[in-house]
């Protein structure tokens, strides 16, 4: 595997030319151009954080029930 560094801008214009390439080439060039594109988006996009520190809600107690003549 190799690894290559981009800029955001040059990662834009790469989805740019693969666009290009499948306006004039069409569905020859398309399922290609997908699994590139996907590849190229998903480095693009900013790395996802999952917060695994738990949280509890709030306690809160039961409402009172009104007095009634039962």
């Known amino acids: ?3 290559i560094d981009f800029s955001d801008e040059e990662l834009n214009a790469l989805i ?4 290009i390439a499948v306006k004039a080439q069409g569905l020859g060039v398309a399922q290609a151009a997908v699994i590139l594109a996907d590849k190229v ?3 693009a996009a900013p790395p996802t954080t999952v917060d695994d ?9 039961a409402p009172e029930e009104p007095e009634g003549d039962e």
């Open 16 to 19: 740019q030319l693969i666009d």
């Open 1 to 3: 595997m190799k690894t």
């Open 53 to 61: 520190s738990p949280q509890f809600a709030d306690s809160i107690e």
């Open 41 to 43: 988006r998903a480095a």
